[in-house]
């Protein structure tokens, strides 16, 4: 990324081109009224992809998944009144036989537009098709401003993606699926997502896809930590923007399966029901019990793995059999501050591990027990 001191203005890295397109441009359909040039509905890995002219990529969010009704009405009715809306900015590509522009900010106001355009919602009581021709006309002219850059690297792209997302309720989830092709950790979290040994059930993935993406930003942490340490615990993107293009260590893919293959074992080596009362245990949040065992994991010491994995089990045993010892009350934190208690620093952290350590130890257990009214029966 170029240096952004005061003391070096950076060279511009970057063109940018404003054409101006009516919604019909965009919009218009082959005999077959199938879309043309745009097609909301087609993943941008389909092959029939390739003959768009606009594409929303892969990073993109999902168009209208997450616009109530009322917005999409005054979106629609702002085309009518003639309102300004805001413009649509693409990144342009090509290959040996076909150029075309990725949509890199409004693929959610374009998708709306084509849902009403082909007919998918009423706006003023009728579809698109039930208007008349006037009308038709009215938002078939209505022109857009696309600008359209054009740079020479991916890195680029993916940050200007990010900063034009800085004000919008971009998720975390969101701004790693933008890096999947281009930062090595996030590129990691992919394929460790289809590994055997991450249990699809205990890691929350077996319903993880292009629109349901929300486990990414755990797996995420859980490579960063793995790969880097444990200050890298965290689903944060803004946490961890520093090593979105940093090297994976080379036996970057033996730590994890190593790793998987500890936590996988004291997984199986608790009780089968996953269940306390109503409520069930989640495997798969950093924050809670995997981000615990992790850190332990990786904590160089003299420690066998075969009694980390014993600690870690009766541990988890009584979780499962005393309500209020790590669910409810949670009185396996009493006499910690807030911090340490919830949040997700390592020093944070590492005091509840040191508290798990001293209840797992029988020379410690009944004192920690006892002075800080921890319930264990």
Same mark, same amino acid.
């Given at each position: 990324m170029a240096n952004t001191s005061s003391e070096q203005i950076p060279e511009k890295c970057m063109e940018i081109e404003t054409i101006t397109k009516s919604l019909y441009d965009i919009f218009q359909k082959d005999r077959d009224d199938k879309?043309?040039?745009?097609?909301?509905?087609?993943?941008?890995?389909?092959?029939?992809?390739?003959?768009?002219?606009?594409?929303?990529?892969?990073?993109? *969010? %999902?168009?209208? &998944?997450?616009?109530?009704?009322?917005?999409?009405? @005054?979106?629609?009715?702002? =085309?009518? /009144?003639? !309102?300004?809306?805001?413009?649509?900015?693409?990144?342009?590509?090509?290959d040996n036989s076909s150029e075309w522009l990725e949509i890199e900010d409004g693929a959610t106001r374009l998708t709306i537009l084509q849902e009403y355009y082909?007919?998918?919602?009423?706006?003023?009581?009728?579809?698109?098709?039930?208007?008349?021709?006037?009308?038709?006309?009215?938002?078939?002219?209505?022109?857009l401003n696309i600008d359209v850059i054009k740079c020479t690297s991916p890195e680029d792209i993916s940050y200007s993606f990010d900063r034009l997302n800085s004000g919008?309720?971009?998720?975390?989830?969101? *701004? %790693?699926?933008? &890096?999947?092709?281009?930062?090595?950790?996030?590129? @990691?979290?992919?394929?460790? =997502?289809? /590994?055997? !040994?991450?249990?699809?059930?205990?890691?929350?993935?077996?319903?993880?896809?292009?629109?349901?993406?929300?486990i990414l930003p755990e797996i995420c942490a859980i490579v960063a930590t793995i790969a880097w340490g444990t200050e890298y615990t965290?689903?944060?993107?803004?946490?961890?923007?520093?090593?979105?293009?940093?090297?994976?260590?080379?036996d970057i893919?033996?730590?994890?399966?190593?790793?998987f293959e500890h936590y996988n074992k004291i997984i199986s080596n608790s009780f089968s029901n996953d269940y306390i009362g109503n409520k069930k245990i989640i495997w798969s949040k950093t924050s809670k019990i995997l981000g615990l065992i992790m850190h332990d994991f990786i904590e160089p010491d003299?420690?066998?793995?075969? =009694?980390?994995?014993?600690?870690?089990?009766?541990i988890i045993k009584l979780a499962k059999t005393v309500p209020n010892f790590m669910f409810g009350e949670e009185t396996i934190w009493n006499g910690l501050n807030k911090a340490n208690q919830r949040n997700c620093l390592p020093e944070d952290f590492k005091a509840r591990l040191t508290r798990i350590r001293e209840i797992y130890n029988v020379n410690t257990r009944n004192s920690v027990v006892r002075d800080n009214n921890i319930v264990i029966e």
């Amino acid at each position: 990324m170029a240096n952004t001191s005061s003391e070096q203005i950076p060279e511009k890295c970057m063109e940018i081109e404003t054409i101006t397109k009516s919604l019909y441009d965009i919009f218009q359909k082959d005999r077959d009224d199938k879309p043309l040039y745009f097609d909301s509905t087609i993943s941008y890995s389909d092959i029939e992809n390739n003959k768009l002219k606009y594409r929303i990529p892969a990073h993109q *969010r %999902y168009g209208s &998944l997450d616009w109530k009704e009322e917005k999409k009405q @005054k979106l629609i009715d702002s =085309i009518f /009144k003639g !309102y300004p809306i805001q413009g649509i900015t693409t990144s342009k590509h090509n290959d040996n036989s076909s150029e075309w522009l990725e949509i890199e900010d409004g693929a959610t106001r374009l998708t709306i537009l084509q849902e009403y355009y082909m007919n998918k919602f009423r706006y003023c009581g009728k579809i698109f098709n039930d208007l008349d021709e006037r009308h038709r006309m009215r938002f078939n002219n209505y022109k857009l401003n696309i600008d359209v850059i054009k740079c020479t690297s991916p890195e680029d792209i993916s940050y200007s993606f990010d900063r034009l997302n800085s004000g919008k309720p971009l998720t975390d989830a969101d *701004r %790693y699926y933008a &890096l999947k092709s281009l930062s090595p950790f996030v590129k @990691k979290a992919f394929e460790l =997502i289809e /590994k055997p !040994y991450c249990n699809r059930q205990y890691m929350n993935t077996r319903t993880f896809s292009d629109k349901k993406r929300k486990i990414l930003p755990e797996i995420c942490a859980i490579v960063a930590t793995i790969a880097w340490g444990t200050e890298y615990t965290s689903v944060s993107s803004k946490r961890l923007y520093d090593v979105y293009f940093r090297e994976l260590p080379d036996d970057i893919d033996a730590r994890l399966e190593s790793f998987f293959e500890h936590y996988n074992k004291i997984i199986s080596n608790s009780f089968s029901n996953d269940y306390i009362g109503n409520k069930k245990i989640i495997w798969s949040k950093t924050s809670k019990i995997l981000g615990l065992i992790m850190h332990d994991f990786i904590e160089p010491d003299s420690i066998s793995v075969n =009694i980390k994995r014993k600690m870690w089990s009766y541990i988890i045993k009584l979780a499962k059999t005393v309500p209020n010892f790590m669910f409810g009350e949670e009185t396996i934190w009493n006499g910690l501050n807030k911090a340490n208690q919830r949040n997700c620093l390592p020093e944070d952290f590492k005091a509840r591990l040191t508290r798990i350590r001293e209840i797992y130890n029988v020379n410690t257990r009944n004192s920690v027990v006892r002075d800080n009214n921890i319930v264990i029966e």
